[in-house]
Every structure is written in structure tokens, then in C-alpha cells.
T-cell receptor, first 114, second 116 residues
Framework: GAVVSQHPSRVICKSGTSVKIECRSL??????MFWYRQFPKQSLMLMATSNEGSKATYEQGVEKDKFLINHASLTLSTLTVTSAHPEDSSFYIC??????????FGQGTRLTVV | AQTVTQSQPEMSVQEAETVTLSCTYD???????LFWYKQPPSRQMILVIRQEAYKQQNATENRFSVNFQKAAKSFSLKISDSQLGDAAMYFCAYRSANFGNEKLTFGTGTRLTIIP
């Protein structure tokens, strides 16, 4: 079946640095990718939607300059957390929609900013 | 905007018994999809079951079934013959059936514990 590969699965970075998270669709073309953030023991909150060939759409309250989203190709979407701070520590998950309401989730990235 | 509510932050059930997880939602749309997702400790999201709003028949997948009450905007998940591997966070989710709107709105989740 279709797979979305998300990397890295875990990353620890120093405060002030940037971190890039990649989501690749392995055997299908993903023209859209949804990016979620999940705090411990909480739900998945949609941050933004990336679309191949156009600018990402951000949800209300999400800082566009901090969370840079790029959809470079039909198989790759990236989320870059810029100038990371400890409060950005969280679990980030991508999701690509498939046919007939299918949803393909990445494995998630646990970001820890120290 | 649609909202999804799960009123049970935690539930527990004895192994082999049956448990029901609650979910209510609010929408002004008439056609939509509802889902239950499982998130085990690995954090990988796994689809458990899906229901189309236009179908009156409740969806069933092996030990998992739903009670879909469209008028009441209720969508509960019943897990029969609970197994240790069912222990996980369970999220109820809503998706519009409108073409091009593929956003999923998630509830706050229910943590299910299976008691051996």
C-alpha cells in the first residue's frame, strides 16, 4: 500500500537552530500534504497544508516565518522549524490524502529543543 | 467550522470484554465522513474504521463497530473481545465530503487501557 516516509523520527537541537523534517510519498504522488503538531497526551492540531506548486496555507495562529513549509515536488514536502525554542518541542506528523478518503500518515518526528 | 468532541479522556476494560468509546461532532454539512484512528505507543496513526454519513448502515470491521446516529451527531466505537494490543489512544475524526476539502478534524482522544 501507499506509504509516507517521514524523517527524522527523532531530533534534538539547540535553541536558536533550525530543523528540517521531510515527508516523502514513496509510491504515489502527493499533491497535498497536511502537517500536524501533537503535544503530549493531546490531539493532532493542523498547522498547515502544503500544495505542490503553490504557497502553503497556514492555520490561524501558526507563525509562517517560524514554520516554513515547502512542497518541492509531487513526492516531497518539508517542514522547517526556524530559530527553534524549547516551546517548539513537540511531535510533528505529516499526512497525505489518498483516493476515497484514505489518509497516509508519516511515522512522526519527535522534536526536542534544548 | 466543524468540531469533534470526545468526552472520555481515559477508559479501561478487562481483556475479552467489550468497551464503547464516545464521540460527538458538530457540523452544518449533510455529507461527510467519520473515522476512528488508533495511535499506539509507536505514535503511528492507524485507521480503525470509517463511516460515510450518507450510509445508514453502521460500519463494522471485525471486532470493531460503530453506532452512527446522524441526527444526534454521535459516532461511538465499540470494541468487542478486547485484546491487549488494543491499548492505545483512539481519535475520532471528521472530514467533509466536499470535493477538494480533505482536512481531518480530530477529537481530543481517549486513552484505552486493557486490563489483563
Amino acid at each position: 500500500g501507499a506509504v509516507v516516509s517521514q524523517h527524522p523520527s527523532r531530533v534534538i537541537c539547540k535553541s536558536g537552530t533550525s530543523v528540517k523534517i521531510e515527508c516523502r510519498s514513496l509510491d504515489f504522488q502527493a499533491t497535498t500534504m497536511f502537517w500536524y503538531r501533537q503535544f503530549p497526551k493531546q490531539s493532532l492540531m493542523l498547522m498547515a497544508t502544503s500544495n505542490e506548486g503553490s504557497k502553503a496555507t497556514y492555520e490561524q495562529g501558526v507563525e509562517k516565518d517560524k514554520f516554513l513549509i515547502n512542497h518541492a515536488s509531487l513526492t516531497l514536502s518539508t517542514l522547517t522549524v526556524t530559530s527553534a525554542h524549547p516551546e517548539d518541542s513537540s511531535f510533528y506528523i505529516c499526512r497525505a490524502p489518498g483516493m476515497n478518503t484514505e489518509a497516509f500518515f508519516g511515522q512522526g518526528t519527535r522534536l526536542t529543543v534544548v | 467550522a466543524q468540531t469533534v468532541t470526545q468526552s472520555q479522556p481515559e477508559m479501561s476494560v478487562q481483556e475479552a470484554e467489550t468497551v464503547t468509546l464516545s464521540c460527538t461532532y458538530d457540523t452544518s454539512e449533510s455529507d461527510y465522513y467519520l473515522f476512528w484512528y488508533k495511535q499506539p505507543p509507536s505514535r503511528q496513526m492507524i485507521l480503525v474504521i470509517r463511516q460515510e454519513a450518507y450510509k445508514q448502515q453502521n460500519a463494522t470491521e471485525n471486532r470493531f463497530s460503530v453506532n452512527f446516529q446522524k441526527a444526534a451527531k454521535s459516532f461511538s466505537l465499540k470494541i468487542s473481545d478486547s485484546q491487549l494490543g488494543d491499548a492505545a489512544m483512539y481519535f475520532c475524526a471528521y472530514r467533509s465530503a466536499n470535493f477538494g476539502n480533505e482536512k481531518l478534524t480530530f477529537g481530543t482522544g481517549t486513552r484505552l487501557t486493557i486490563i489483563p
